[in-house]
């Protein structure tokens, strides 16, 4: 029997066990959109900006594990997910969108809504395709899933022109999908876990640097196994927060430019680098020459073009990193009977001498509320137990430093493409992945205004994601760097004279609207928020707009070259005299 | 250095900008480039040649076998091979010159494939250097068009070279 190329889709989708789609309609894609219109099993959830669907369908696939999907039209329904693409491509989070295209025989003439995305978005996707032929849709969607899934995930564009989605077709679904010229590398080489093993017995003064890759393959486990066996201490990448829990003993939080004293200081003094499904970015290497001078490097990924992409390396280990510690921790275990805790205890006590002598601190202030001290309340009002989003710049930084994340998939963050406006549509994914969890979005006043519009789409859906503005009325991190960088001229920063009032702002949108300007009155306003179960939240926390992130790394310099707040320091001066 | 890397890939449309697209996206520079149909029409081969340090070619390779349509990656600067190209040139020598120029296209043993009132278009077949050599010595007689192919190459049979 034939079907139209929409029914075919649809049927597709089903089939790849997708349950809800983030999408906005349109011309070329009015076939899709009607097929959807009667489907019970599909949930079509309508944002209010293509790149909101494309965020939404990003957090729903970070929180969740599974695929992202996204249907947007052609033109600058597709362009408008570009930005989103690209957020997604940076940190490998699988998503399958698809475009609408003009009809095949209109394409390349400058028809009405016609943008060439496949041109556009070949260097932001894993893959991506045009269908020409109704009879190749089935075998591309199965394709486009398996890729994005499937290797270092990321997201794959399928564009879909409107006489194919309007053509008529039998639908024969690939039982299996095999592509000649992609196999990725899922199990190490046996030879080189073997000198990674004895890489590890040999080293007195080992540090675990776990990315995104530990969560994107699920090897939380193994990693607290092996980090638990061989007495290694564990930092982690922005994007490995969560991947090892953040209030274990061995634990040494966030390293790089707003790293941790300690992490930064024993990745510096280690002789053995372990990093695990990372590459290392610059905003955690610093200057490179400096970095980790001392240390053999290990790195452990499944993508063969992160090894030795930025960092010399020593022992790369090809394979996908959860199969890759499993084999690890079994050579380790068959090596000669090692007594780790005797061999690890100087440097253990080294990593918590660190730990003391400079702690993430900020000052508490009785009369302003501190943006730090929101993110502390946010973990404690929580116990922990939230879906962190953040947007980009301070607030990212601040819920990386003062929230623990003892659980992957719980923090999402644009970690690569650093995309203000993510935060608010991710959030939206989540929680719709994750209905039973509470969903907090840590925003500033800049980003959250960069797709705000999505409040439309979580008051629809009586989504209860709660939205912490840290409303600093700066762009804040970009006045920090003014501040310490260029003289304190505030170029184009202040943001305060022409903000929303976020409350009504909220209150306009039919979600709740509270406010914070006190310190005393930040933790009855979060949990007055989280008895909010049917209604998006706006908190609008009025913070100290001259706070700033701490330590950090000045731009060029090595990682242990990191300042601190002046005036705390001045006081401990001041006390050791 | 110098590498001359022959890409195995699926013969389909967009093949060609992904891979130009890698190079260009990241700066490097694509010497020459050819391609053509395998004796399998679903795939093609091209052969690039690029310059660049030792990291940079790595790269280059991983990522060119990360692409999905991108079937194999030989970098032949470890492997004994034959390489070759062709060129094109059409030379507008003096009356009094023509003579040594068509002595100069035998000894390189070029053909001459098309003649006018004025002009010589040759064609020539070889390695890199033998095409510069000629190319240097024809340069004096007037070159008015040139044109080539751009290097292929394939690996001689069982002398794998060691790194």
Redesign the interface.
């Known amino acids: 029997m034939k079907i139209s190329g929409a029914e075919i889709l649809v049927e597709c989708l089903k089939k790849e066990g997708v349950k809800h789609i983030f999408g906005y309609p349109g011309g070329v894609v009015l076939n899709i959109f009607d097929v959807l219109y009667d489907e019970k099993d599909l949930q079509l959830i309508l944002t209010r900006h293509e790149q909101g669907a494309i965020h939404a369908a990003d957090g729903y696939a970070r929180a969740s594990g599974k695929v992202g999907v996204a249907i947007v039209t052609s033109g600058p329904g597709a362009t408008n997910t570009v930005t989103g693409i690209a957020t997604a491509s940076m940190d490998s989070i699988p998503l399958v969108v698809f475009s609408g295209q003009v009809p095949t025989l209109l394409i390349g003439n400058d028809a009405f809504q016609e943008a060439d995305i496949v041109g556009i978005t070949r260097p932001c996707t894993k893959h991506n395709y045009l269908v020409k032929d109704i009879k190749d849709l089935a075998q591309t969607v199965r394709e486009a899933f398996y890729i994005a899934s499937t290797g270092r995930p990321g997201p794959v564009l399928i564009d879909l022109p409107k006489d194919v989605t309007a053509g008529m077709s039998d639908f024969v679904w690939p039982q299996e999908v095999k592509i000649r010229s992609y196999n990725p590398t899922y199990h190490g080489n046996k030879y080189m876990i073997n000198q990674a093993a004895q890489m590890i017995a040999h080293s007195k003064k080992p540090v675990i640097m776990a990315g995104g890759g530990v969560i994107l393959s699920g090897a939380s486990k193994e990693l607290r196994e092996l980090a638990e066996f061989a007495k290694i201490p564990v930092t982690m990448t922005l994007m490995g927060l969560g991947g090892f829990p953040g209030t274990h003993k061995l634990s040494m939080g966030m390293l790089g430019m707003h790293g941790t004293y300690y992490a930064n200081t024993a990745v510096q003094n280690s002789d053995l680098l372990m990093g695990i499904g990372v590459r290392f970015d610059d905003r955690v290497t610093g200057k490179t020459e400096a970095f980790a001078s001392h240390a053999k490097i290990m790195q452990i990924d499944i993508d063969p073009t992160s090894i030795k992409k930025n960092v010399r390396v020593d022992l790369p280990v090809v394979g996908d990193v959860k199969n890759v510690l499993r084999d690890l921790l079994k050579t380790l275990k068959e090596i000669k009977e090692q007594q780790w805790g005797a061999v690890r205890s100087a440097w253990l006590k080294q990593v918590e001498r660190w730990k003391e002598e400079r702690p993430l601190t900020y000052r508490f202030d009785k009369n302003i509320i501190k943006p730090e001290f929101v993110v502390e309340k946010i973990y404690e009002v929580t116990k922990g137990e939230a879906i962190i989003c953040t947007e980009v710049g301070q607030n990212q930084m601040w819920s990386a430093q003062f929230f623990k994340y003892d659980h992957p998939r719980r923090f999402l963050s644009s970690g690569g493409l650093g995309t203000m406006g993510y935060g608010f549509p991710a959030a939206i994914g989540a929680q719709l992945a994750c209905p039973d969890k509470i969903v907090i979005d840590i925003a500033g006043d800049g980003s959250i205004q960069m797709n705000i519009q999505e409040l439309a789409t979580a008051v629809i859906n009586k989504l209860p994601v709660k939205v912490a503005i840290l409303n600093n009325g700066y762009l804040g991190m970009v006045r920090q760097w003014q501040e310490l960088f260029f003289k304190e001229r505030y170029s184009h920063t202040h943001l305060e004279s022409g903000n929303p009032d976020f409350v009504k702002v909220a209150e306009a949108y039919g979600a709740v609207g509270l406010r914070a300007t006190k310190p005393e009155e930040v933790e009855p306003v979060l949990k007055e928020a989280l008895k909010v179960k049917n209604r998006p939240v706006f908190m609008d926390f009025v913070v100290d707009w001259k706070e700033k992130v701490f330590p950090m790394v000045p731009a060029g310099a090595a990682i242990d070259q990191m300042i601190f707040d002046e005036e705390k320091e001045e006081k401990k001066l001041k006390a050791v005299k | 250095m110098r590498h001359t890397i022959s890409v195995l890939?699926?013969n389909k449309?967009?093949v060609l900008?992904?891979i130009s697209?890698l190079f260009s996206?990241r700066g490097y520079n694509i010497e020459s480039l050819s391609v053509g149909e395998t004796i399998d029409p679903a795939v093609s081969i091209m052969t690039i040649v690029t310059t660049g340090e030792d990291?940079v070619i790595?790269?280059i390779t991983?990522?060119l076998?990360?692409l999905?349509?991108?079937?194999k990656v030989v970098d032949f600067l470890e492997i004994d091979h034959v390489e070759r190209e062709m060129i094109l040139v059409k030379v507008a020598p003096r009356k009094e010159d023509k003579p040594e120029v068509l002595q100069l296209a035998e000894i390189f043993r070029g053909r001459i494939v098309d003649s006018g009132q004025t002009t010589y278009t040759i064609e020539i077949t070889g390695e890199e250097k033998k095409i510069s050599a000629f190319i240097d010595l024809i340069k004096p007689f007037g070159i008015k068009e040139f044109v080539r192919t751009g290097k292929v190459a394939l690996a001689r049979e069982g002398t794998r070279k060691g790194k």
């Open positions: 890939v699926e449309f967009g900008s992904r697209g996206g990291l790595e790269q991983k990522q076998n990360k999905i349509d991108v079937i």
